[in-house]
């Protein structure tokens, strides 16, 4: 039992790295071939975990041999556009112009059902308000809507928004953020002055963060 344990306690860190190194992306923005890695990666590390009399080497090194090529291939996939366009595949509109291309979605195997589901994932509820519609190679559909259509933007009425910034959290469950203080050029004397505004101190709140206007959001934990 503690050597089950153990075993699957070191395949769970050798494929967390392995799945780091291999990159950041969500399970729908894989391409097909990171797909097909990120299964036999699986499929690999279950088998030394449950069975104790295969050595766990068995199960480590196809994993980092999978690791090798992933590396390879992406590396072949940043010199070559052909090699990408093979291995990973080409965007194809399915949209055009206002119009469904059917070739297209036959040759994607797309369904219209299966277009519209994906155009309500963009909160776009009618297809003849999409412009263009664009499958991905991720699997992902771009959708353009028709000018008529879009949602309008401060550029439209010839308005210039104040710049904003991006927020930075302060304090997350008690603990405080030393970088970022540093990133705004402040300090820690600056942040309590801040939070007893709202009668806590930095160590008592839930949460404090800070907006490019100098907003700044407090909440009190409710438990010690």
Known sequence: ???TFVRSI?????VLIVMRLMGKREIGQLQPFELAISIMIADLASIPMTETGIPITRGIIPILGLLIVHLIISLINLKSIKAREIICGK???LIY???IDEKALIKERFTINELEERLRDKDVFNIGDVEY???ETSGEVTV?????KRTTIPEDFNIMPEYEGIPYDLVVDGKVMDKNLTAIGRNYVWLRKQ???FKITPEEAL????DGKGQIFCQKKERN
Request: no cysteine; proline share 7%; aromatic share 4%.
């Open 10 to 14: 070191v395949l769970y860190i050798i």
């Open 1 to 3: 039992m503690i050597i």
């Open 133 to 135: 519609a664009i499958l």
């Open 91 to 93: 965007p194809r509109i």
């Open 144 to 148: 353009i809507q028709k000018p008529n």
């Open 207 to 210: 949460v404090v963060t800070i």
């Open 97 to 99: 112009r206002g119009k």
């Open 195 to 197: 939070v007893e505004k």
